[in-house]
């Protein structure tokens, strides 16, 4: 009698686990799909419609003219005051979410995210498009390309350092498996998303970017994706070992997401590490180990896309535009 009692516990025990397990699971789903849907806050699959979502800095210089843009700069409060753009409110990148919460943005034809190279503000952007805040924007470039006096960033990280190490030979993407395990413990698409946004706003762009030169030192501990074309992938080459994914296809959950590993740090490269911010900030918000190479091809094999249909950092898009202090 004591050994079927102990039977029957054992098996509630390991249904128990096995139920947790599978509700981990469907969590992740339900939020992917939620995400994908008209349900969603934006209305609209982000990765596969708007994103990256980028104002140049002429742009937001026309807009700020009268009056049609709010500009938030995430930069630190010591360089916000050594120059900013003027009606520029300076808010902590943590703070942005929160921050809109408490203005009416909507009243806004956009509203610009500004930091210093315009990857992290990238990676704001993403958490505040799937927020639902659809006329958010970061400004392409950052700070560099509104005036020379902030242009530090670009110039000195594009580089040629890798253009002998890339390769054309294809590497196929990883088999299809599960998504990431989620223990958010709520069930609605809504209540998971809010959880986990709040996870990824705290740790912040810091915990979701790596160099090139940690990629290339130890290619084993990453899970490389090549973020744009395939013809692209094979002109001018890519990262050895890195996998294409088409972009506004790949990442959704009928196509290639599930080929992205759960067990290893997955690193997203673009030409300037601007839209792998973005993509970057939404898979860590679907609780992949997800990077963003930072200033992405333009900071490896500058020489080789500075040409037609490569986007690329170039000095010409620093502009001259008066700034406050």
């Known amino acids: 009698m004591k050994n079927l009692k102990f039977l029957v516990l054992s098996v509630l025990f390991v249904s128990l686990i096995l139920s947790s397990c599978q509700k981990d699971?469907?969590?992740?789903?339900?939020?992917?799909?939620?995400?994908?849907?008209?349900?969603?806050?934006?209305g609209v699959d982000y990765p596969s419609t708007t994103m990256p979502a980028i104002v140049t800095a002429e742009g937001v210089y026309t807009l700020n003219l009268t009056d049609q843009v709010y500009i938030i700069d995430i930069r630190s409060a010591d360089d916000f005051a050594t120059g900013h753009i003027e009606n520029a409110v300076n808010v902590g990148a943590a703070g942005v979410l929160a921050h809109l919460g408490g203005?009416?943005?909507?009243?806004?034809?956009?509203?610009?995210?500004?930091?210093?190279?315009?990857?992290?503000?990238?990676?704001?952007?993403?958490?505040?498009?799937?927020?639902?805040?659809?006329?958010?924007?970061?400004?392409?470039?950052?700070?560099?390309?509104?005036?020379?006096?902030?242009?530090?960033?670009?110039?000195?990280?594009?580089?040629?350092?890798?253009?002998?190490?890339?390769?054309?030979d294809a590497t196929a993407k990883g088999v299809e498996g599960e998504l990431p395990v989620l223990s958010t413990g709520f069930e609605t698409g809504q209540d998971i998303l809010d959880f986990q946004i709040d996870v990824v706003n705290t740790a912040g762009?810091?915990?979701?970017?790596?160099?090139?030169?940690?990629?290339?030192?130890?290619?084993?501990?990453?899970?490389?994706v090549n973020y744009w074309s395939e013809a692209h992938y094979t002109d001018p080459g890519h990262i050895p070992g890195a996998m294409q994914y088409t972009p506004k296809v790949a990442m959704q959950f009928a196509e290639d997401l599930t080929t992205l590993p759960t067990d290893k740090t997955i690193v997203v490269y673009c030409y300037t590490g601007q839209t792998s911010a973005n993509m970057a900030a939404y898979l860590r918000v679907l609780g992949y180990d997800a990077k963003s190479l930072l200033f992405g091809a333009s900071g490896m094999i500058l020489d080789l896309i500075s040409r037609d249909g490569y986007p690329h950092w170039a000095d010409s898009y620093i502009m001259g535009y008066d700034y406050k202090q």
């Open 25 to 42: 699971v469907i969590e992740s789903q339900v939020l992917v799909e939620y995400l994908e849907s008209a349900d969603s806050p934006l």
């Open 205 to 224: 762009f810091g915990a979701a970017k790596v160099t090139a030169a940690e990629v290339f030192g130890a290619p084993a501990n990453y899970y490389v």
């Open 103 to 168: 203005i009416d943005a909507a009243s806004y034809e956009k509203v610009a995210i500004v930091c210093y190279s315009g990857q992290t503000a990238a990676f704001v952007t993403c958490l505040a498009r799937i927020s639902g805040y659809g006329n958010v924007f970061s400004m392409k470039w950052g700070m560099c390309s509104w005036h020379v006096d902030f242009a530090g960033s670009w110039p000195g990280n594009v580089s040629n350092a890798y253009a002998t190490q890339f390769t054309t």
